[in-house]
């Protein structure tokens, strides 16, 4: 009777166990957390719990836009943006595309080259989304428009400081 009773436990465990394996609620990407990322259209609700149950505490209006992914929940991403304001959305409305935001005050220079000494060849506005297109330790490869060139990472948000190809 014993022995019965302990493998229906057993048989109820593990599908209990497939289920979640299974179930979109239990999936997670398999990516690293944190990671960065950016909005994938103009409209994009932002609900404060993983699921469409939830209510959208507000919703952004710029693609393209850089967040960083800090929590997974099944198929709910729970993001922030450069000032630390968070929320859930859907997997599906983030891309893996690379962008950063220009922060600070004043323009930030764009150099010709990643080498200390280049040359500058722009000026970037605080609060300009870019696309990143590789970095360094100290400086960013980044596309705005017309212009190309390298910016230093601490006018950059949206790349991890710590690792060269983020």
Request: aromatic content about 8%; glycine content about 10%.
């Amino acid at each position: 009777m014993i022995r019965t009773i302990g493998c229906i436990l057993l048989l109820s465990l593990s599908a209990a166990q497939a289920q979640e394996t299974l179930h979109p609620m239990y999936q997670h990407s398999g990516l690293p957390v944190p990671r960065f990322v950016s909005l994938k259209s103009d409209e994009i609700n932002v609900r404060v719990g993983p699921g469409k149950e939830y209510p959208i505490s507000w919703v952004y209006h710029k693609r393209n836009y850089p967040v960083k992914i800090v929590e997974e929940f099944g198929l709910w991403r729970r993001i922030e943006d450069h000032q630390g304001d968070g929320g859930w959305v859907y997997h599906s409305l983030l891309s893996g595309k690379r962008t950063g935001l220009i922060v600070g005050k004043e323009n930030a220079p764009v150099f010709a080259t990643a080498t200390e000494g280049s040359r500058v060849v722009a000026g970037a506005e605080p609060g300009v989304v870019v696309d990143v297109e590789e970095c360094t330790l100290t400086r960013c490869a980044i596309t705005a428009g017309t212009v190309k060139g390298w910016l230093d990472r601490k006018h950059l948000w949206g790349t991890q400081a710590s690792s060269p190809e983020s």
